[in-house]
């Protein structure tokens, strides 16, 4: 089977939400020699994007897209299963902070937009909801992420991704992390007056936004 093939296979094993054929698509990747971080990107995440674009448009759902992410972990395991740590961090499209802040307890979708970059290659660190700003800021520097991702979903609770954005600027890192938010009540010209660097309406909007900041 030729290399198109194979990561053609990987494509449709993620589309057809099927852990199986992920399973044995990536087994024949690493026989026939094929990169990695090219079979997961190539592959693997091409079908998360058609999954990605399925779910805004309501043609999958949730539990849909848990099998997917399911399928692509399995795959990606046995893709970088003999790295070394150093090669695996250098597979990842990124490290992303990701919570809900502080006073708001909502986290549907910020569990969507977490599924979707754990299955896209990013490293996620969830700090849960309700999140105090000075811990988002403590967590940002201490893991040394690059992007930090904030979802509030009442009015009431937006100030509070304004204060992550001021907090930034006090401590002098403000422009060591890329910032993106989102949530029901949020919009662009929120993010604009904020001095954010992104918004995303959907958890696959916010995919390509991550993607589009750390190109």
Known sequence: MSK?????????????LDPDLAETAAQEAKEEGINAIEAINEGLAKGMDTV???????EV???DLLIAAEAFETAVEILTGDLSEEEKASSSLGKVLLHTVEGDI???GKNIVKTMLTAGGF????????????EVVKQAIANNVDVIASSALMTTTMPAQRDIIRVL?????????????????????????IGADGYAES??????LIKKLLA
């Open 61 to 63: 759902f949730v539990p």
């Open 106 to 108: 909502h986290d549907i």
């Open 169 to 193: 600027k006090e401590e002098g890192v403000r422009d060591q992390f890329k910032c993106i938010f989102g949530g029901a009540p949020v919009s662009q010209e929120w993010v604009d007056s």
């Open 203 to 208: 958890a696959s909007e916010s995919i390509n």
């Open 123 to 134: 490293e996620v660190i969830d700090l849960g909801r309700d999140v105090a700003v000075d």
């Open 52 to 58: 990605s674009e399925q779910f805004d448009e309501g």
């Open 4 to 16: 198109e093939e194979i990561l053609e296979k990987l494509k449709v094993s993620i589309e057809e």
